[in-house]
Structures are given as structure tokens and as C-alpha cells.
């Protein structure tokens, strides 16, 4: 994302064309220590290099194919990709240049002293890594051509050298060069094949190791660090032989030398299946070395061509001689000190091993620990199942946003004068804001502080009403109404009062950031309603009849302006209500039935089913859904709607609950609120979905006017359908969720409680009713 908006586009030709800009943005510092992250760790670049060979568990075929060419490259592909647009700067030099050297010089260093096959070649290949990586950092096109000569013939001999480890390991049982050699005479086919890339890895002439690093020891001559002409070529030179040192250790331990018993009796040449493909490797080590021209003037030149980006560059054919070159000088040096490291190896070890040896796998160990211990700490500072906390939290932060946006805002006062202040509006701004107060003062008590809940929701309804909003004023009211009857339900099952709360302290801090966001949030009301701003309600007005079909505007925003919002409201309520059904499921049995009954009321009524209310309910059911109907079908025109009528609906159901009980209730439906739920969720889908049948967006609606006789022009419009989908997902919101509640009330009865209607017997005594008569003969 930086780098695009470096460069001004996101396409990776038109980026490596502008480099210029790239680099002088002030972007470029960010960029480069990002990409170079992402390229060094892929890489294995130190001080991320011990994940490599740590990652050598797979057969020596997969090793070869990751850890010789394809996995592990992809980081210096990335840096020789986007070498025309970062390279070039002092930054680039140092970071890129200094992390390959030291890469190349302590991966050369371990491989140098470790005794398992493929750890050998794990160390060398992060060494070569290194190798490429300075070599992209030296920033000269000859140093790129020298980098993608190298990938070329590091990955032929490392293939090569892995699939032969293979080969030893499958006839011997032994990967260890302790316990391996003189293998050369018991399978001489597969140990010529490994000889020739483990020479071609030291630099051997010949071979094409020797050639692609004569080329970087050149680049490394022409290099210049911290003032002095001598650091990186001296450097370069040191990690060529170490290179060298750990091939002929290599080789001679495992090839050469004296023989060892080995694990599997008499090793032998595998079948030609086995050493085929190193020789299909060898042949282009060889051919290379003998023939550079095979690769100079094509792939290696296309390459590196593809690397500096549209410069032409400037390629010199390769050869295999030079003439006597200080290169050529620094190459013999390599080999000679490779084989004398190799003679004094035990000394060296022995000094190896009094220094200090820090494991960057350890150390890597730790910090992740130390991390995991760290985010523990966090997380239990953060999330201490303390409601007040993650409420004081977003709070303060909202609250610190704001005020940023405050402090760089116009502060002047708005324009817009003030509406006067009547009797009816005061009277309910005083109970409004005693209800408020009471509710902080009274909320240990949790009947009371519903009940004045409530009574705050009824002022907010009514002062919709005062404002011309019926539509809110009616989805408030019937909001509040189910809400507080639910909410009395479930504080049935609850203790009457809350727990201790916190230190004074405690309640000060919340206190006063409570009324700081009240403030802020009053003081935003107050900026915006002071102030004429251009709003989209004249659109919305303009368009509501001949857009969406319908003269209440709030309704057509709900099902068709806005309907995308409202389905994803739907969708909240009907997860809402399976949270609700899962967890309270856990409260029937076990722990939680237990814990639940010990919290419950003592104290019962005496009368569970009083007669006046059932027989009030009952009337009343047929009426509700009457409204409830009559409420739905007005909607796009008149106050009302799906969601409205919906809740008047629910509200009946809940009081055929409250008033003739769970039993009976239950048994009277013939649809559980899950299907409800599920109808509702996907009747409005299906109404959005339909119009991609007419190639219109989702949820675009259509309407039309069908005279009818007797009854004139009636609107037919598909916001209806989505509006039955709100309908049906509130009452099987409510539904699924007074079921449940009703469950638990009735697994928590301790005793008995009647099945009927009414606790009161119609008789002294109840008597069995009498059996139906018979059914009379055919012929009477």
C-alpha cells in the first residue's frame, strides 16, 4: 500500500518505472525496512536464519525442491524484483549489503562445524542466501548479473548435493560424517555425482560454483563500506573459504577418506532410478562451468536484463578465464584457506567451544515465550469479565477521538435559533431527567430501576410525538413494552437486588467519565441542531412516492432506500435470539439449573393463573392481531410497517405466556419460533435476491397500481414481501426467546403449578369429565 502510494499506482510495471519517485518520497525509509523484513525473514537472512534448518524434516527430494531453488529464494526474488525502484541509496547499501555479508559469512561459519548431512547443506544454503542478497545490495548492474548467475548454479549443485544426502541416507541408514566414509569405492556412480556438485559449491575451477563466485568476489572488489576499499572484498574472500571448507569437509568425511561399519551392512549404488536425476543436475553444473556461453548470452543476460529494470545493461560474455585477475588471486586464496581450515578443523572447534555460542533458535524460543507471557498479562488486565472496565474503555476512547476532533474543528456558534420552551415540553424534560437520576441512585434495586427505565423510554416516545415522528414514536413505544415485560421475566429468575458493588473511589472515576461522555454527547446534539447542514431528508421526501411507491417516507427508507440496513438488522435480532435459545439451554440441568435456583424468588404468587387475565388475554389475542395486520398493511403509506406490527404481535403472544402459562401456551402453537426466524430471514433475502432477475441491485423494489372494481387503485409492491420477512423475524425473535425464558421459569417451579387456564375449580369438587356419547346408527 505505501509503495503504491509512493509511486502513484499499484501495478508492479508502472511502479518499476517509477523509481526516481519512490525514492525521494518520504515514504521510501518506511517501504524499504518493510519489504526488506518481509524478503530477509522468507530468506533466512540473519538474524532470522535459524528457521531454515529447522524446517528439514521432509524427504531430501522435497528438501531439494524447497531449500535449493524454489521456497526460500522467494525473498531475493522479491529484492532483485524491486531492485530498479529501492536500490541506489544509502540505505539500501547499507542494510541490504551489510545483512547478506553477515548472512553469508554465519551460515558459512556453522555449516563449517555441523556433523549431520542435511544440516550441512541447511547452514550453506543460508550462507548462499547471503551471498545473492549482498550482492543485489552492492547496487551495480555487474553485481546483478553476478546475483542471477548464482541462483542459476547454486541451484543445479544444492539439488544436486540434497538428493545425493538422499541417496547416503537411504543405502547407509547414517547421516552423520562421523560415522560415514570411503564411500567412493561401495557406490562410486552416486559419489562422482556428489564430488562434482560439492566442487562446484567450494569454487572449484570447472565447475559453475567457481565461475558465479569469481564474479561476486569481482563485485566485492569494486565495493566500499565505512570508508575503506578493503572491508567487503576481505569479507567476501572469508566467506568463499569457509564455503570451500565446509565442501571438502563434505566430501572427505563422506566420500573420501577412511571407512566407517555402517548402519545398513555394505551400501552400494541405488538403481539408476535414484541417481539419475543428481546426474540430470551435474550435467549443468558441468556443461557451465566448461561452457558458460550455454546460459551467458540468453538466460543469464534475459534475466538480469529483467532485474535493472528499462536501463540497457552493459554485459560482458562470460569465460572461464580472465587472465590473472586480483579475482582469480582472491579465488585461490579461498580454495588454499578452505583446505587449510580443513586440516586444523579440531583446533578450531576446540577454540569454537570456549567462546560464547548464542542459539538464535533459543534466543527466538524466549521472545516468543516472553510474548506469549507478555499478551497473557495484557489480556488478563484487559478483559477482566468486568462490565463497568470495557464500558469505561470505550468510553474514554470515544471521548479522546472526539476531543481530537473537537480541538481541530470550528467552534463558533450556531446560527439556527432555538425552538421556544413550553409546559408539556419541561414537565416531561423534568421527569425525563429524574428518571434518569433515579435510576443511578435506585439501580442496586433491579424491579425499580426498570420500572424507571421505562419510564425514560415512554418520554423518549413521546417527545418523537412532539417532533412529528409517529413512526419512532410507535416503534419506541412497542419496543419498550416487550423489552420491559421480557426483562421482568427474566429478573423473575434473578435475585431482587445486585451484588457489592466496588471502592467509592471506583464509583468516582466512573462517575465522572459517565458525565463526561454525557456532556460530550449533549454538546454534540446541541452543535448539530444549532446548525443548518444540507441533509439527504429533502431526497428522501422528493423521491419517496415515485422512487419506492409509498407517501411514509420512513417506511419506504426502511424497505427500500435503506433496506440493505434493515436486513442486516434482521439478521442481528435473529442471532440475538439463538444466542438467547443457546444460553439459556444450559440452564434445564446440571450446575447451572442449581446455580439458577438458589438466585430465583422465594416468593410465589398464590393465584400462577389469574381468571381475569386469562379471559382478558384471550379477548384481546384476535384484536392484537387485528392491529397488528392493519398496522402491517398501512405501513408504506401510514405510520407503521413489518417491524411495528410485528411487536404489537409479540406483545399479545407474550401476555398469552404471562397470563394462561407455558403449558398451555405451548401446546396452543403450531410453529416454533426457529422456523419463524428462519422464514423471515429468508423471505426478505429472497425479495433482494429477486431483483437480480431484472438485473437491478439487491433489494431494489418494484410497485405497481392494479384498479380493482369496487375498491379502486390498490398499490401491489415487492417491499411488501420484504416487510412480512421484518415481520416474521420480530415475532419469532420474541417468540424464541419467551419460550425460553418460560422453559426455565417452568423447570424451576418447585411445585406443581396448573395446566389450565385459571387456579380456581369450577366445582367443589373436580370430577372426571363424561365419556362423549356414542355415535348414533347410520339409518337414524
Same mark, same amino acid.
Given at each position: ?327 582469480? =588471486?582472491? $579465488? *585461490? !586464496?579461498? @580454495?588454499?584457506?578452505? %583446505? ?5 578443523? /579440531?583446533?578450531?572447534?576446540? &577454540? ?99 420500572? =424507571?427505565? $421505562? *419510564? !425514560?423510554? @415512554?418520554?423518549?416516545? %413521546? ?5 412529528? /415522528?409517529?413512526?419512532?414514536? &410507535? ?103 439463538? !444466542? ?11 450446575? /447451572? ?188
Amino acid at each position: 500500500l505505501l509503495l503504491g502510494k509512493a509511486a502513484g499506482s499499484y501495478q508492479l510495471t508502472e511502479i518499476l518505472q517509477r523509481g526516481d519517485a519512490v525514492r525521494e518520497s518520504p515514504l521510501y525509509l518506511p517501504i524499504l525496512l518493510l519489504l526488506l523484513g518481509a524478503a530477509f525473514t522468507k530468506s533466512a537472512q540473519f538474524p532470522f536464519h535459524f528457521w531454515l534448518p529447522h524446517a528439514m524434516a521432509a524427504p531430501t527430494p522435497v528438501s531439494a525442491y524447497l531449500h535449493s531453488a524454489t521456497m526460500v529464494k522467494a525473498g531475493v526474488f522479491l529484492l532483485a524484483r524491486l531492485w530498479p525502484v529501492l536500490a541506489g541509496t544509502d540505505w539500501w547499501f547499507a542494510i541490504v549489503t551489510t545483512t547478506g555479508l553477515v548472512t553469508m559469512l554465519v551460515g558459512a561459519w556453522i555449516a563449517l562445524f555441523k556433523t549431520d548431512l542435511k544440516a550441512i547443506l541447511a547452514y550453506s544454503t543460508v550462507s548462499h542466501l547471503g551471498l545473492m542478497v549482498m550482492l543485489l545490495g552492492f547496487g551495480t548492474e555487474y553485481a546483478v548479473i553476478a546475483c542471477v548467475f548464482h541462483i542459476l548454479n547454486h541451484a543445479t549443485f544444492k539439488a544436486a548435493l540434497f538428493m545425493s544426502v538422499g541417496i547416503v541416507d537411504h543405502e547407509t541408514g547414517i547421516r552423520d560424517i562421523r560415522r560415514l566414509g570411503g564411500l567412493l569405492r561401495l557406490m562410486p556412480i552416486s559419489s562422482v555425482l556428489a564430488l562434482t556438485a560439492a566442487a562446484a559449491m567450494a569454487g572449484v575451477p570447472l565447475f559453475n560454483g567457481f565461475l558465479s563466485k569469481e564474479m561476486m568476489l569481482e563485485a566485492a572488489l569494486h565495493t566500499g563500506a565505512m570508508g575503506q576499499d578493503w572491508i567487503v572484498p576481505v569479507a567476501a574472500t572469508v566467506g568463499a573459504l569457509l564455503s570451500a571448507a565446509y565442501s571438502a569437509r563434505l566430501a572427505f568425511s563422506t566420500y573420501l577418506g577412511r571407512r566407517h561399519a555402517h548402519a545398513s551392512g555394505t551400501p552400494h549404488d541405488p538403481p539408476v532410478g535414484m541417481w539419475l536425476p543428481v546426474a540430470a543436475l551435474v550435467v549443468p553444473v558441468l556443461a557451465i562451468g566448461l561452457w558458460p556461453q550455454l546460459v551467458a548470452g540468453g538466460l543469464v543476460q534475459r534475466t538480469a536484463q529483467a532485474v535493472v529494470g528499462s536501463t540497457p545493461l552493459q554485459f560482458e560474455p562470460l569465460a572461464i578465464w580472465h587472465g590473472p585477475t586480483l579475482a582469480l =588471486l582472491m $579465488s *585461490v !586464496v579461498a @580454495l588454499g584457506g578452505g %583446505l587449510g581450515l580443513l586440516w586444523a578443523l /579440531a583446533s578450531l572447534e576446540r &577454540l569454537r567451544n570456549l567462546l560464547p555460542r548464542p542459539d538464535a533458535k533459543t534466543m527466538f524460543d524466549v521472545t516468543v515465550a516472553a510474548s506469549a507471557r507478555a499478551a497473557r498479562w495484557v489480556i488478563r488486565r484487559l478483559h477482566g469479565e468486568s462490565l463497568p472496565r470495557y464500558l469505561a474503555a470505550i468510553v474514554l476512547t470515544v471521548l479522546v477521538v472526539g476531543a481530537i476532533g473537537f480541538a481541530g474543528g470550528n467552534h463558533a456558534a450556531g446560527a439556527r435559533p432555538m425552538l421556544p420552551l413550553n409546559l408539556p415540553a419541561a414537565v416531561g424534560w423534568v421527569l425525563l431527567v429524574v428518571a434518569s437520576l433515579g435510576v443511578m441512585a435506585f439501580h442496586i434495586h433491579r424491579l425499580v430501576t426498570l420500572i =424507571l427505565s $421505562s *419510564v !425514560v423510554g @415512554l418520554i423518549v416516545s %413521546l417527545t418523537f410525538m412532539l417532533f412529528s /415522528a409517529p413512526d419512532l414514536a &410507535l416503534t419506541q413505544i412497542s419496543v419498550e413494552v416487550v423489552t420491559i415485560i421480557l426483562l421482568l421475566l427474566a429478573l423473575n429468575l434473578l435475585p431482587k437486588v445486585t451484588p457489592p458493588e466496588t471502592a467509592t473511589v471506583r464509583k468516582w472515576i466512573n462517575g465522572a467519565i459517565a458525565a463526561c461522555g454525557g456532556l460530550a454527547a449533549a454538546g454534540l446534539a446541541f452543535a448539530v441542531m444549532t446548525r443548518d447542514v444540507d441533509s439527504i431528508s429533502a431526497f428522501h421526501l422528493a423521491e419517496s412516492k415515485p422512487g419506492g411507491g409509498g407517501t411514509n417516507v420512513v417506511n419506504v427508507i426502511l424497505v427500500d432506500f435503506r433496506g440493505f440496513d434493515t436486513f442486516g438488522e434482521i439478521i442481528v435480532l435473529c442471532i440475538a435470539a439463538l !444466542v438467547i435459545f443457546a444460553l439459556l439451554s444450559t440452564a434445564f440441568e446440571g450446575a /447451572a439449573a442449581r446455580r439458577l435456583d438458589r438466585m430465583r424468588q422465594r416468593l410465589e404468587s398464590a393465584d400462577a393463573h389469574p381468571l381475569m387475565l386469562v379471559v382478558a388475554t384471550r379477548l384481546l389475542l384476535p384484536l392484537a392481531i387485528t392491529v397488528g395486520i392493519y398496522i402491517f398493511l398501512r405501513g408504506h403509506n401510514q405510520p407503521g410497517g413489518g417491524f411495528i406490527a410485528g411487536l404489537v404481535v409479540a406483545t399479545a403472544i407474550i401476555m398469552q405466556f404471562m397470563a394462561s402459562g407455558y403449558t398451555w401456551s405451548s401446546e396452543q402453537r403450531n410453529i416454533d419460533g426457529h422456523r419463524l426466524l428462519g422464514a423471515g430471514v429468508l423471505i426478505a433475502a429472497a425479495t433482494g435476491i429477486g431483483s437480480f432477475l431484472f438485473g437491478r441491485p439487491f433489494l431494489t423494489s418494484y410497485f405497481v397500481y392494479v384498479p380493482i372494481p369496487l375498491i379502486g387503485e390498490v398499490e401491489l409492491a415487492t417491499a411488501l414481501l420484504f416487510d412480512v420477512g421484518v415481520f416474521l423475524t420480530v415475532v419469532g425473535t420474541v417468540f424464541l426467546s419467551l419460550s425460553q425464558i418460560s422453559r426455565v421459569e417452568h423447570r424451576a417451579n418447585r411445585g406443581p403449578v396448573p395446566a389450565g387456564p385459571s387456579d380456581i375449580p369450577m366445582t367443589p369438587q373436580a370430577a372426571p369429565r363424561p365419556a362423549p356419547p356414542a355415535a348414533a346408527p347410520a339409518e337414524s
